[in-house]
């Protein structure tokens, strides 16, 4: 009787402190996450277009390396 009652007061023994030694957890908040909106209607069409131009006036109007003809 006398080992069982040890063995009893031994093991509430141990499993009190193990339960009382840490506390209670220190809580950790995530930090909340803010996403702006920064897209526009024209951001996308302002490239194509100076591209566009960019063409249209390569194309167009070279600047010939000759003088003009005159007329005779």
């Known amino acids: 009787m006398r080992k069982l009652t040890v063995s009893v007061v031994t093991a509430l023994a141990l499993s009190g402190a193990t339960a009382q030694a840490g506390g209670m957890p220190e809580v950790i908040m995530q930090p909340e996450v803010i996403e702006q909106n920064t897209s526009s209607s024209s951001a996308g069409v302002i490239v194509p277009l100076l ?16 003088a003009p003809v005159p007329p005779t």
């Open 51 to 66: 591209l566009l131009v960019l063409i249209a006036v390569a194309v167009g109007g070279g600047g010939g390396g000759s």
